[in-house]
C-alpha cells in the first residue's frame, strides 16, 4: 500500500505537470509549476494537443546572424493617431479608421479617394509612380475596388481585369500589384499579377480546390505567397515563389510550418512557426544561394521590402526590453535600423515602405510614436 | 515522506486537478492560497449582494431621468449621438459607477456619454464598418433598447441596474485588490456576500473571518502568482460557425468549461439574445451569471462588464492572473480585431469575443496571456489557413487590444 500513494502522488502531479507545460512555447523559468490549477488534468486531455511544429526540423544547420545596430535617421511624425499612414519623399497617404476615405497629400496637391458606398479601405500603397487604394464591402459579397492614381499627372484608373475577387490577400510593389481572382462560393481562388503603369494584368497560379493561399509578397526579385490546404486543426503552410501559374518551393523551408516570405537577388528571406499555438511569434531566416542563415525570432505579418533590402520586426523579447526593425541586406548582414524608446513592453505594426521612405508605427509601455526615415537602396 | 504528508500531498493534488470538474450544485473545492493559515482578502471575491434602500433610490432616479429622456425624444429617429445621450445614464452605488450600456467605470458620467458619442458618430460617419465577427455596435445597442416600448426599456434598465448594484462588492474588492483603492469604512460588515477561502477548504464570510486589520493586508502582485496558469480544458473548444457568433461561440466554450456538457452554438445565441447583428458584453456577463456557476463565490463571484481604461498594462495582467489563480473561472475578452494585434487575420475585423483561459509569465520574456479564438476566417473564406483555436499571445499586444475597443471593457 506505501507504494501507491507515491505513485499516485507522482501520476497526478506528473500530469498537472503536462497539461500546465504543454501548450507554452517555453519552458517554466522556476521549474516548479504544480501550483498553477489547470483544468487540463486528464490523460486524455494531456495527450490529445494538436500537432503543433514543435520539435519538428528546422533548418538549423546552417549559420546564424547576429544583427549589429545601425540605426537609420528617424524622422518623428507624431503620436499615432487609429489612422495608418504610409509617406513618401513627395506624398504622405493616409488612411483615417473609419476607412470611409484615403486622403493623398504631396507638396502642391491633395486629394481625398472614397471607399465607395458600402465600401471601406482596407490597403492602400505607395511608391514613386503611384498610389494604390483598395477597398472592399464589410461581408466581402463584391469584387473588391483597386483605384490606381498616377501621381505626376493625377490619372485615376480602376483595376478590372482581371476582375478582383471580393477580399483576400493584396500587395503592391516595383509596379506589380497582386490580388486575388474569385467569387464568392466559387471554384477558383486564383492569384492576379498587374502592372499599375500598363494598365495591364492576368491571372496566374490558381489554388487546387480544397486549398487557398495568403501572405502575398511583392520584391524585384519577383512574387511570394503562402500556399495552404484544409488540414484540420491546422493547415499545412508552404512558402513558394510565383511565376505565372507555377509555384516553386522556397528552398530549404521545413514541410508545413512556413507563414510568409519575401524574394530576395538570391534567395528568399521567410518565417516559420515554432508554436502553432503562437502564430504572432516567427523564426525568421535568410535562404541565399543555396545556404540558409538563421537571422532568430520575429514578428510574422511583417516581412517587408523597401529600398534594396528585407525588413522585419522583433517584438521586445524581454520584460524591459526595445521593439526593433531589422534589417537583411544584399549583403547578407542582419542590422537593427530601428528602436523604440525606453524599457519595457513594445511592438511595431507592419512598416509601410513608400519609394525608400519606411514608415514604422510602434506601441510601448514607455510610449507610442510614428517615424519616418529613408532607407538605403 | 511520511505517509500523512503523502496523502496530504495527493489530497491536494486531486482537489487542484478535479475542481474545474464538479458540475453545477457540488460543493466548491477548497483552494490553498499561499496566505494561508488564516484567511486574507487578497483571496476573496464576491457573491450577489443586498439590493439597499440607497440603492433602490439611485436606481429609481435613473430611471425617472431615463422616462423624462424618452419623453423629450418619443417618436423621434435619434442620431447616433443623440442617442447616447438618452439611453446612457450612470448610477452611483457606494461610491462606484456603474453607467448603462457601458459597465463599471471611474469615468464620470459626463466623460462616458461624450465620449460614447464621439465613438456613435464616429461609428455612423463609416460607410461600412470593418468585417463583422459578432459584437454589436454601440449603435445597434442603443437602438435595439430603444425599439422597446417604455415600459419594456425600463424594466430592462431596471433588470441591468439591480443586477450591477448587487455586484458592487466585487468591484470594490477589485479595485482594492487589483488598484490598490482603500476599501470604505464598514465595507466587510455592509456585504456578507465577500467570501474568503480557509485553509480547511471552505468558503467563509469575510465580515466574520477577517479582522480589520487583515482587510488591509498586503494585495497580491505579480511576484505572487505562479509562473504560468490555465483553465478550461483544450479539448472543450469551438469555432464559430456563422460570422457574426463570436458570443455565442465563447458562450458555449465558457459553459462547455463549466459542466463539461456542449450545447450548441444555436442554444446559446438564444439565451445571449444575439442577433446578426451580433452580441452585447453585457448578455456575454449576464447570462455567465445565470447558467453557468463560474459566478460562485468559490469562483469568480458575479461577473461584472469592467471598464479598463484607467487600467494600466501590469494591473490587467493581474487581474488575468488573479482571474485564473485566484477565480480559476475564464475571462471575457472583448477586443477589437486588427491585423496590428491579431497577424493572422487576412483583414481589419469589428469588436470580438475571445475567452480568456491562462497566462505564462515566460521566465523574463514578456508575458503572455492564453486564450480561445473563436473566429476562423478560414472557415468562410480561402485567404487564411486554418489556425489552432488555442492561443497564446503577447500580453501586451492583447492589453492594447482590448484598450482600443471603443468600449474598453472586459467581463470578469
Known amino acids: ?377 | 515522506m511520511s505517509r500523512r504528508r503523502t496523502i496530504a500531498i495527493g489530497s491536494l493534488a486531486l482537489l487542484l486537478l478535479g475542481a474545474p470538474f464538479l458540475p453545477d450544485g457540488d460543493t466548491p473545492p477548497a483552494l490553498e492560497t499561499g496566505s494561508a493559515p488564516g484567511v486574507s482578502l487578497a483571496d476573496a471575491t464576491a457573491g450577489a449582494g443586498t439590493l439597499t434602500p440607497a440603492m433602490r433610490q439611485e436606481i429609481d432616479a435613473v430611471l425617472a431621468a431615463g422616462r423624462t429622456a424618452a419623453r423629450a425624444t418619443a417618436g423621434a429617429r435619434l442620431r447616433p449621438a443623440a442617442l447616447v445621450r438618452s439611453q446612457v445614464r450612470c448610477a452611483d452605488f457606494e461610491g462606484q459607477r456603474y453607467c448603462l450600456n457601458a459597465g463599471w467605470t471611474a469615468s464620470t458620467e459626463d466623460q462616458v456619454v461624450t465620449e460614447l458619442a464621439r465613438s456613435a458618430t464616429s461609428e455612423s460617419a463609416r460607410s461600412t464598418y470593418r468585417e463583422e465577427t459578432g459584437d454589436l455596435t454601440l449603435t445597434a445597442q442603443l437602438r435595439q433598447r430603444a425599439a422597446l416600448s417604455p415600459a419594456a426599456r425600463e424594466r430592462a434598465d431596471r433588470a441591468e441596474l439591480t443586477a450591477a448594484a448587487r455586484s458592487v462588492a466585487k468591484v470594490w474588492l477589485l479595485r482594492h485588490q487589483v488598484q490598490g483603492v482603500p476599501l470604505p469604512d464598514g465595507f466587510l460588515a455592509r456585504h456578507p456576500e465577500i467570501r474568503t477561502r480557509t485553509a480547511s477548504g471552505t468558503t467563509t464570510a469575510a465580515s466574520t473571518a477577517t479582522s480589520a486589520a487583515s482587510a488591509d493586508a498586503p494585495r497580491k502582485s505579480f511576484a505572487d502568482y505562479p509562473a504560468r496558469g490555465r483553465v478550461l480544458r483544450n479539448s472543450e473548444v469551438a469555432e464559430q460557425t456563422r460570422t457574426y457568433w463570436c458570443g455565442p461561440t465563447s458562450m458555449q466554450m465558457i459553459g462547455w468549461g463549466w459542466s463539461h456538457q456542449q450545447h450548441s452554438q444555436q442554444y446559446w445565441a438564444g439565451k445571449l439574445g444575439t442577433t446578426s447583428e451580433g452580441t452585447a458584453i453585457s448578455e456575454m456577463v449576464k447570462v455567465t451569471n445565470r447558467y453557468t456557476g463560474w459566478d460562485r463565490a468559490a469562483y469568480a463571484g458575479k461577473y461584472v462588464v469592467l471598464d479598463i481604461k484607467d487600467w494600466s498594462y501590469r494591473q490587467w495582467y493581474v487581474l488575468q492572473m488573479r482571474h485564473t489563480v485566484d477565480y480559476r473561472a475564464p475571462v471575457i475578452l472583448h477586443p477589437v480585431l486588427l491585423k496590428k494585434w491579431y497577424p493572422y487575420l487576412d483583414d481589419d475585423a469589428s469588436g470580438h469575443f475571445q475567452v480568456g483561459r491562462g497566462y505564462s509569465k515566460n521566465g523574463d520574456r514578456p508575458n503572455l496571456l492564453r486564450y480561445f479564438e473563436p473566429w476562423n476566417q478560414q472557415r468562410f473564406d480561402r485567404s487564411e489557413p486554418y489556425i489552432d483555436r488555442r492561443q497564446l499571445k503577447s500580453a501586451y499586444r492583447a492589453y492594447r487590444a482590448n484598450r482600443e475597443h471603443f468600449q474598453h471593457n472586459i467581463g470578469v
Open chain 1, 1 to 377: 500500500m506505501r507504494r501507491r500513494y507515491p505513485t499516485a502522488v507522482a501520476l497526478a502531479l506528473t500530469l498537472a505537470l503536462v497539461s500546465a507545460c504543454s501548450d507554452d512555447d517555453e519552458p517554466s523559468a522556476s521549474g516548479s509549476e504544480t501550483s498553477a490549477p489547470t483544468s487540463d488534468a486528464s490523460s486524455t486531455d494531456a495527450t490529445s494537443e494538436a500537432p503543433t511544429s514543435e520539435g519538428q526540423p528546422e533548418p538549423t544547420d546552417g549559420a546564424s546572424a547576429e544583427p549589429t545596430t545601425k540605426l537609420l535617421d528617424w524622422h518623428s511624425m507624431g503620436k499615432p493617431a487609429r489612422d495608418t499612414v504610409v509617406r513618401s519623399p513627395e506624398w504622405t497617404l493616409t488612411v483615417p479608421d473609419s476607412g470611409a476615405e484615403a486622403r493623398l497629400v504631396g507638396r502642391d496637391r491633395e486629394e481625398t479617394i472614397p471607399a465607395g458606398k458600402g465600401r471601406r479601405i482596407t490597403d492602400a500603397f505607395l511608391d514613386g509612380e503611384h498610389a494604390v487604394i483598395v477597398a472592399q464591402d464589410q461581408q466581402e459579397q463584391r469584387p473588391q475596388t483597386i483605384t490606381t492614381i498616377e501621381l505626376a499627372t493625377y490619372t485615376r484608373d480602376q483595376v478590372r481585369s482581371p476582375r478582383p475577387g471580393p477580399g483576400g490577400p493584396v500587395a503592391y510593389g516595383e509596379g506589380t500589384l497582386t490580388y486575388a481572382v474569385y467569387r464568392p462560393g466559387g471554384r477558383d481562388y486564383c492569384l492576379a499579377t498587374y502592372d499599375v503603369a500598363d494598365g495591364r494584368g492576368e491571372k496566374g497560379y490558381c489554388a487546387p480546390p480544397r486549398e487557398g493561399f495568403s501572405n502575398a509578397s511583392v520584391s524585384p526579385a519577383g512574387v511570394g505567397l503562402m500556399i495552404f490546404d484544409d488540414t484540420r486543426p491546422i493547415s499545412c503552410r508552404t512558402l513558394v515563389s510565383v511565376e505565372g501559374s507555377t509555384t516553386t518551393t522556397v528552398q530549404g523551408t521545413p514541410e508545413c510550418t512556413g507563414w510568409e516570405t519575401l524574394r530576395t537577388a538570391d534567395g528568399a528571406v521567410w518565417s516559420v512557426l515554432p508554436n502553432e499555438k503562437r502564430v504572432e511569434r516567427g523564426l525568421f531566416y535568410a535562404t541565399h544561394d543555396d545556404a540558409v542563415t538563421a537571422l532568430g525570432p520575429g514578428t510574422n505579418g511583417t516581412l517587408t521590402w523597401c529600398g534594396d533590402s528585407a525588413y522585419f520586426v522583433r517584438d521586445s523579447q524581454k520584460d524591459k526590453d526595445k521593439a526593433r526593425l531589422l534589417r537583411w541586406t544584399p549583403d547578407d548582414e542582419l542590422e537593427v535600423v530601428y528602436e523604440t524608446q525606453g524599457l519595457g513592453d513594445a511592438f511595431l505594426a507592419p512598416p509601410a515602405c513608400a519609394d525608400g521612405v519606411l514608415t514604422v508605427t510602434s506601441y510601448a509601455e514607455a510610449g507610442d510614436e510614428r517615424v519616418w526615415a529613408r532607407v538605403p537602396d
